[in-house]
């Protein structure tokens, strides 16, 4: 966890590399599209810039695998900026970036926009997630909700607003929601698979935002506080935060870790993390083609490193052969 731990310090390490490479091909003419397009010296070394935006669930093993990437590969400049999976498909699906991480598949508007422009993008899984609801270590009330009970706490529709509405014996406290953004895939997924496609509460004592980080903080320190974010955010702030089980259709409540996100027993919250590759990127420019497969070689490691749950490693090959064949 010492990658996530670092991100702030991580991330603007990334974002001034980028900086110092425009800066110092800037004055020369066609050097910026040369740095895009990259080079190979024909030794295996490869230079460039690389492109990627989308998922803040993503984001932890994005960054991981960056940071290792760069230490063999100093000369390739890899921006990783987070948008939200939605956010991330409105620039890919115009060309705009090379990846595009996504908590969530690409939706069919997405593609539509994607074939209008000429984009081809494909999906790798990465790792699995099971988005975790969690309250604060303050809070000692709550240790686990049904689904119906989710759908009382963050449905717009409901009339509960006090924790003593969920359960009498709960204190007659306000719940405070924090929540990702609109442009997060984890947003989508929870609204599918919980709220049903039904509008969610927000306005007063509601915190949206696409930095689970502000989310993070926001439920810590606040016993009434409920929100959700990806696992790895959880796993990153055990001290801090508290895990709730989840139950379905009257099952025992079941709480997210490695074993119950793999083999799926944690349900409806279980899903996989993508990015999606613009194909074209991965023919024409050798620093993403040989990003992408540092990423499938890698991404296992990466995953476990930051709190999620690696593929089994025949997916990992599969995809590599996969990813291969688009440049035959």
């Not at 999906?123 to 009382?152: C, M």
């Not at 929540?179 to 929870?190: A, L, M, Q």
């Not at 499938?296 to 090959?317: D, F, I, R």
Request: net charge negative; aromatic share 8%.
């Amino acid at each position: 966890m010492k990658a996530l731990k670092n991100s702030a310090l991580m991330f603007v390490f990334i974002l001034v590399l980028g900086a110092l490479a425009a800066c110092g091909g800037g004055s020369e003419e066609g050097s910026a599209t040369e740095e895009d397009n990259g080079s190979t010296d024909g030794s295996e070394e490869v230079s460039g810039a690389i492109a990627i935006d989308g998922s803040s669930t993503v984001f932890p093993i994005m960054e991981s695998l960056t940071y290792s990437y760069n230490q063999e590969n100093p000369d390739v400049n890899v921006t990783v900026n987070t948008s939200g999976s939605g956010g991330g498909f409105k620039k890919s699906t115009v060309g705009e970036i090379d990846l595009s991480n996504a908590s969530r598949p690409i939706k069919e508007e997405e593609k539509a926009t994607a074939e209008e422009n000429g984009i081809q993008l494909e999906p790798l899984e990465l790792a699995y997630d099971g988005i975790s609801v969690v309250v604060s270590q303050q809070n000692d009330f709550v240790e686990e909700l049904t689904i119906e009970q989710l759908k009382q706490i963050f449905l717009e529709s409901s009339d509960a607003t006090m924790w003593s509405d969920i359960n009498p014996d709960w204190p007659e406290e306000e719940i405070k929601i924090f929540s990702p953004g609109h442009d997060s895939g984890t947003f989508d997924y929870f609204n599918e698979v919980i709220l049903e496609e039904e509008p969610m509460r927000e306005g007063e004592n509601t915190t949206l935002s696409e930095d689970d980080n502000v989310l993070v903080r926001g439920i810590k320190n606040d016993p009434n506080a409920i929100g959700f974010f990806g696992y790895a955010y959880y796993a990153e702030n055990k001290d801090s935060l508290k895990v709730l089980g989840i139950s379905e259709d009257g099952n025992e409540a079941v709480k997210p870790n490695g074993e119950t996100i793999q083999d799926g027993s944690y349900t409806p919250l279980s899903r996989p993390l993508f990015t999606y590759v613009n194909v074209d990127s991965y023919k024409e420019k050798p620093q993403v083609r040989d990003f992408v497969e540092f990423t499938l070689n890698n991404a296992a490691k990466s995953a476990e490193e930051v709190g999620y749950v690696a593929l089994p490693e025949e997916k990992y090959q599969e995809q590599l052969e996969k990813a291969q064949s688009w440049a035959e």
